[in-house]
Nanobody
């Protein structure tokens, strides 16, 4: 069982930065691939970024590649999403998720989800 709690969301102007954190409980955090997803009003949840259990592999959505960076520290049971050069279209609720297997871009591959943190980017 893994419990996930996101933090770090907020209101930022376009071009600004935010760093989201996801704190995980449970002794097996280091065995899970982790992902960030987002969901804007009226839209489906979409993949943002994922990182392997050891941190050696990452993958990003094309829409955030070069602007967002996912990282993790297994000793701290934490995964981060550094978001730079934010755009109004990045506005959404951001969720972190844990997957028992390898990195994945589909929500169905993830076993545990946090409650989300709101990110709003003003133009």
């Amino acid at each position: 069982q893994v419990q996930l709690v996101e933090s770090g969301g907020g209101l930022v102007q376009a071009g600004g930065s935010l760093r989201l954190s996801c704190a995980a409980s449970g002794r097996t955090f280091s065995t899970y691939a982790m992902g960030w997803f987002r969901q804007a009003p009226g839209k489906e949840r979409e993949f943002v970024a994922t990182i392997s259990w050891g941190g050696g592999s990452t993958s990003y959505a094309n829409s955030v590649k070069g602007r967002f960076t996912i990282s993790r520290d297994n000793a701290k049971n934490t995964v981060w999403l550094q978001m730079n050069s934010l755009k109004p279209e990045d506005t959404a609720v951001y969720y972190c998720a844990a997957a028992r297997g390898s990195i994945a871009t589909m929500p169905a591959a993830y076993d545990y989800w946090g409650q989300g943190t709101q990110v709003t980017v003003s133009s």
